[in-house]
């Protein structure tokens, strides 16, 4: 690409000037899946990868590149581009679509397309593409098709093309909109779909565009630091947490809580922070999902599952305030849509939260002074602290294996040997993995019914948590942890993404497996828990409805597929743990690469 051939291409051109200006506006991944009618964008982005000016990850399956850069934006809160050919690859894109969108990830979607005249006639690859993803995304549009060469750098379609990449990053940065989310470009190309560089390429093009913000036709470029900025945190719109700090503007007013009623923090996934900073503000129990990120401080509530159920705790709630997407448990949906109770949600990506028809939605909220409910919060945490679960093994009798009285040192060494071989079963999994997850890593939980043991079970830590909980679909987990450790791990950082789920998630998303040899391989660690089917239906009503075989053949579809040989067909590293202690040791030893941590479970 970089060579002479002395071929024109508008299409070339065409993808020079919106690539580079997407660049230049902070842009620094690429996701791409090869195709014909695309190949001016991947040649572009392979030229910008030789210089240094993008990562560039290439997938062959284009539902794994969605969801890879839907993990690079969860993480960086920046767009990665997605660059595919036309027809159903553009379809592909569809589940990670609609993960940013009800998630509030930022994504930009660019699908290369037939010109106007060959849609609608059976044309090969060719359906209709425009306006494929419009209920979900923040901006869109069909590009016209590039006629001209750019061979000075100041043609109004590289003009044209530089302010549609400034509108399409703004816009997926949540600029003067709810949230953050997809954006989708379409670009249809004519032949000859590749050539060469144009002459300007390489030059900022902020020297290029110097025009644009003169242009009468047109906004001036928008800011994009401050369209960052103004996405704030992924569910809250740009709204935060305040403590009766109510600014002067009436305009940016929060909506005021006042201490009075009996109220509870719901943190579920993607709140953040901030839901542990209200809790401790209105001196209010948090009750946080393992997925929300909120899952540590002095007022988290442990078991919060059976508290809610418990008449003189869950029963005497008058008021909810939700951040993120409650999605984990029952307990929090019968709360969140009981009439009786007043539901206060920040507003958030997709639809808005609103189970007992009543919800109020506010975009930020600041508490009121006075004193805190001491009593209600105090039955809270003793409540918490009763039904908190410690699923650390016992320490080594150390007495005992030092004693001089045989009979007490061969019982403590039988102790040991018989911690050592205890089998694996899902909660001493969850706690193995959560134990081994630090502030430096990050952890992807898959929509598996691991999580929701997690949930159950697992204690206070701030560690940096991630899941696909938008939709709360099966689909993507491992490419979307791959994106997640991409772009965690940059410039050397340091780390270990693990990804906790169950076999069928990870044979559903198996393509992700695949990794081109000559890109950078990201520390992960892929712990699948193998009970060799779906077994998350066990606890469904369906369970009690339908007989053994119809559950075996349409719910739980086991499956008898050697992890092993997948795993090694792929170039990951594989291990087969069955005691707490080698699972310990699997996670903690040090990282390189790829791994595939296999844990065979129980039905």
Known sequence: MSGESGLASAATDAAAALLCRLVELGVEHIVLSPGSRSQALALVAAELERRGAVRLHVRVDERVAGFTA???????????????????????????????????????????????ELRGVGANQTTRQPGMFSPSVRYEA??????????????????MLRRVAEEAVAAALGAGLRSAGPVHLNLPYREPLAGDLPAWFGVPTAELASTTDDDPDGPPAPDVAAADEASGALYQGGGGIGVSDVPDDPEEQPFVVVRGPRTVVVAGSDAGPDAEVLAHAGGWPLIAEIVSGARFGRYLVHGYRALLRDPELGGRVERAIVLGHPTLSREVAALLSDPEVEVIALRGPGEPLNLNGATTAVDTVAVATGDADREWLGAWLHASREASVDLAPPPPDAEGLTSAVPQERLGAIAAELAAARAPIDRAVLVDAVWRATWPHDRLMFGSSRLVRVADDLLGGKKVPVHANRGLAGIDGTVATATGIALASQTAGRPGVTRVLLGDLALLHDVGALLLPPGETEPRIQVIVGNDGGGTIFDGLEVAGVAGADAMDRVLYTPHSVRLEHLARAYGWEYQRVTTRTALDQALTAPAGGRQLIEVPLAR
């Not at 993480?75 to 990665?80: C, D, G, L, T, V």
């Not at 379809?91 to 106007?116: Q, W």
């Not at 069909?142 to 003009?159: A, F, I, N, R």
């Open 70 to 116: 839907l993990g690079i934006g969860r993480e960086s809160r920046m767009p990665a581009a997605v660059v595919c050919t036309s027809g159903t690859a553009v379809a592909n894109l569809m589940p990670a679509a609609l993960e940013a969108h009800h998630a509030g990830v930022p994504l930009l979607l660019l699908t290369a397309d037939r010109p106007p």
């Open 142 to 159: 069909d590009l016209p098709v590039p006629e001209g060469c750019d061979t000075e750098g100041d043609e109004e379609q590289s003009v």
